[in-house]
């Protein structure tokens, strides 16, 4: 067995391991969702015809991917770190790559799943969330949107050396960025320099990709600059994450 399909059986395992964890990784989420669409329901987005909820659902599911991703591989790697793990792997013929390609395959498939299960639930007739025929547009920006955060909770996971710290940092990222990009309120709403703010926040083309794909709201071009920016901002976490990682808490 290679040292990649090792490190992936691992992660898998210890992921499906804790039930709580599993289990509010995909309910954490849909709460918002359940309580968001039960607070709208029945009632429409102005001159669109869909109601609320199409634009709730694709704001809240950006949110979930985007802290499952973060936290997931925050956390592998503090803990691992701190047990020493990563330091015995070190001294194996194992590269970064490897171990971040284990937490990165894992992380896509709780991704899915989520998506899976979010959609679904939204669909339910107390809910009536009607997707678009667009709607397999939101399975790129899915991929990006765990890459993305993923690569962001290298940084985080690096930086932090106890439990409390990963979920202290990772909460400052994430539930400020959720508010800001439009997850849970509106951006056509915000002021105009907080729409502008949104514009460097990675989460805010997460929420204009979903809502694209599952609604059709905007353009091919809107979906495009959020697919591209996505892929820009992977890139500046990834680099930035691969030059901060840390095999052991003394390097």
């Given at each position: 067995?290679?040292?990649?399909?090792?490190?992936?059986?691992?992660?898998?395992k210890a992921?499906?391991?804790?039930?709580?964890?599993?289990?509010?990784?995909?309910?954490?989420?849909?709460?918002?969702?359940?309580?968001?669409?039960?607070?709208?329901?029945?009632?429409?987005?102005?001159?669109?015809?869909?109601?609320?909820?199409?634009?709730?659902?694709?704001?809240?599911?950006?949110?979930?991917?985007?802290?499952?991703?973060?936290?997931?591989?925050?956390?592998?790697?503090?803990?691992?770190?701190?047990?020493?793990?990563?330091?015995?792997?070190?001294?194996?013929?194992?590269?970064?790559?490897?171990?971040?390609?284990?937490?990165?395959?894992?992380?896509?498939?709780?991704?899915?799943?989520?998506?899976?299960?979010?959609?679904?639930?939204?669909?339910?007739?107390?809910?009536?969330?009607?997707?678009?025929?667009?709607?397999?547009?939101?399975?790129?920006?899915?991929?990006?949107?765990?890459?993305?955060?993923?690569?962001?909770?290298?940084?985080?996971?690096?930086?932090?050396?106890?439990?409390?710290?990963?979920?202290?940092?990772?909460?400052?990222?994430?539930?400020?960025?959720?508010?800001?990009?439009?997850?849970?309120?509106?951006?056509?709403?915000?002021?105009?320099?907080?729409?502008?703010?949104?514009?460097?926040?990675?989460?805010?083309?997460?929420?204009?990709?979903?809502?694209?794909?599952?609604?059709?709201?905007?353009?091919?071009?809107?979906?495009?600059?959020?697919?591209?920016?996505?892929?820009?901002?992977t890139a500046?976490?990834?680099?930035?994450?691969?030059?901060?990682?840390?095999?052991?808490?003394?390097?």
């Amino acid at each position: 067995m290679s040292a990649y399909a090792a490190l992936s059986r691992a992660v898998y395992k210890a992921a499906v391991r804790d039930a709580t964890t599993v289990f509010f990784t995909f309910a954490f989420p849909l709460i918002f969702l359940v309580i968001f669409a039960l607070i709208f329901r029945n009632q429409e987005v102005a001159d669109t015809g869909r109601g609320y909820v199409d634009y709730i659902a694709p704001g809240v599911l950006s949110w979930g991917l985007a802290n499952a991703a973060l936290f997931g591989v925050a956390f592998t790697l503090m803990q691992w770190r701190n047990d020493d793990l990563l330091r015995i792997i070190r001294l194996s013929p194992t590269s970064i790559w490897s171990v971040i390609g284990s937490r990165y395959v894992v992380a896509l498939g709780i991704g899915a799943a989520q998506c899976v299960l979010f959609v679904g639930v939204a669909m339910l007739p107390v809910f009536g969330m009607r997707p678009d025929p667009t709607w397999p547009l939101s399975i790129p920006i899915m991929l990006l949107a765990v890459t993305a955060f993923l690569a962001l909770g290298l940084i985080v996971g690096s930086a932090a050396n106890t439990p409390e710290a990963v979920a202290a940092i990772a909460n400052c990222v994430v539930v400020p960025m959720a508010f800001l990009s439009g997850s849970f309120y509106p951006l056509e709403l915000m002021p105009t320099w907080l729409q502008e703010v949104s514009r460097v926040l990675p989460m805010r083309y997460v929420n204009d990709g979903l809502t694209y794909a599952f609604t059709g709201f905007g353009t091919m071009t809107d979906y495009l600059i959020s697919c591209a920016a996505l892929v820009v901002f992977t890139a500046v976490f990834a680099v930035v994450g691969v030059r901060t990682f840390r095999w052991s808490n003394d390097s």
